[in-house]
T-cell receptor, first 110, second 114 residues
Framework: RKEVEQDPGPFNVPEGATVAFNCTYSNSASQSFFWYRQDCRKEPKLLMSVYSSGNEDGRFTAQLNRASQYISLLIRDSKLSDSATYLCVVIRGTGNQFYFGTGTSLTVIP | DTEVTQTPKHLVMGMTNKKSLKCEQHMGHRAMYWYKQKAKKPPELMFVYSYEKLSINESVPSRFSPECPNSSLLNLHLHALQPEDSALYLC?????????????FGSGTRLTVV
């Protein structure tokens, strides 16, 4: 079973739409969780950390559900500039290796 | 501008060549990483250096040889590569050795093996 599973999409949504991505992880010892954004032919960039209490940054909300072992990212009022691949990342507690999901491709359409 | 600097940005090399990729960060991070990313795939971990010592080698072929000369520099020496090694090679660093603060990635070296 993969360490991290993510729906690859693609998600094609109109401007202004709300879109949600989910990601599941297999190891209950995982302790740190992140969402990264990667534009075409660029490096991944940290979007936000994910906490059990949930965290919000403007139009972006991230949530962690430890019981069900999944993390989510909600994007409200989508902008054209949100078009990218969104990667969920999980760190297992015993080390510092990042485990990446396969990434979800988002295209926001005018 | 990224705080992790990778050079060169692009590299084309033959299968008999020897080349090196370089990575530098001045954020005082004590863990540094090499990742390989193929098109439309997530980054795959290759090596982890923690306090300048190799702590993880994800069974990478010996034609890839990492080196950490000091806490700010990380190199990846390449020799006798194969065309399937063509990929984006990403360097990253993290503040803690537990990665709990997230990674900062360099912009990568796009490698083509001919």
């Amino acid at each position: 079973r993969k360490e991290v599973e993510q729906d690859p999409g693609p998600f094609n949504v109109p401007e202004g739409a709300t879109v949600a991505f989910n990601c599941t992880y297999s190891n209950s010892a995982s302790q740190s969780f992140f969402w990264y954004r990667q534009d075409c032919r660029k490096e991944p960039k940290l979007l936000m950390s994910v906490y059990s209490s949930g965290n919000e940054d403007g139009r972006f909300t991230a949530q962690l559900n430890r019981a069900s072992q999944y993390i989510s990212l909600l994007i409200r009022d989508s902008k054209l500039s949100d078009s990218a691949t969104y990667l969920c990342v999980v760190i297992r507690g015993t080390g510092n290796q990042f485990y990446f999901g396969t990434g979800t491709s988002l295209t926001v359409i005018p | 501008d990224t705080e992790v600097t990778q050079t060169p940005k692009h590299l084309v090399m033959g299968m008999t060549n020897k080349k090196s990729l370089k990575c530098e960060q001045h954020m005082g991070h004590r863990a540094m990483y090499w990742y390989k990313q193929k098109a439309k795939k997530p980054p795959e971990l290759m090596f982890v250096y923690s306090y300048e010592k190799l702590s993880i080698n994800e069974s990478v072929p010996s034609r890839f040889s990492p080196e950490c000369p000091n806490s700010s520099l990380l190199n990846l020496h390449l020799h006798a590569l194969q065309p399937e090694d063509s990929a984006l090679y990403l360097c990253a660093s993290s503040q803690g050795t537990g990665g709990q603060f997230g990674y900062t990635f360099g912009s990568g070296t796009r490698l083509t093996v001919v």
